[in-house]
């Protein structure tokens, strides 16, 4: 097969690679990229766990094509933090115990991210129907809404 070259910007630095044309994003960021926070969950897009914010739009780097990333802005679960400063999501998951095995707390993070981003103070219903495509087979769904509240309060300033 055919390598293209993609150039394309991933959590803020210019980046580029070659990638084959059926190459899932996931794949491409898992494996030439070493952005391993992102992980295949089901293939198919149905579970959120490889979900990233493509041109801040939230999607499953699943569903994707690498060589669709060119001239676009990538978000990945390494990018949420700033240096060693967490992201208030992120200790809030720490917080609230919202995590266990780790497989799909990358994409739930995410996608709350997003969520909050174009709704600041969001109801529990709309939290919960938010992160509907993020599946969890560990912890169950009240801890990760219940820390995905408190940081929307914290990050309103309402804390």
């Known amino acids: 097969m055919t390598q293209t070259h993609v150039s394309t910007i991933v959590n803020g630095d210019a980046v580029e690679f070659l990638c084959e044309t059926d190459e899932t994003l996931l794949d491409v960021l898992r494996d030439r990229l070493t952005l391993t926070g992102s992980k295949e969950g089901c293939g198919s ?51 609230h115990a919202a995590l266990q095995c780790g497989i799909c707390t990358p994409g739930f993070l995410i996608a709350a991210k997003a969520l909050l981003a174009q709704n600041p103070d969001p109801t529990e219903t709309e939290v919960r129907y938010w992160l509907a495509g993020n599946l969890c087979r560990c912890t169950g769904y009240d801890k990760i809404i219940t820390a995905v509240i408190d940081a929307a309060a914290e990050m309103r300033g309402n804390v």
């Open 45 to 95: 897009g149905d579970c959120g766990a490889c979900s990233i914010l493509l041109d801040n739009r939230l999607v499953c780097s699943c569903l994707v094509l690498g060589v669709e990333a060119q001239d676009r802005e990538i978000e990945t679960i390494e990018g949420m933090a700033s240096g060693d400063e967490l992201h208030p999501l992120q200790r809030k998951f720490i917080e």
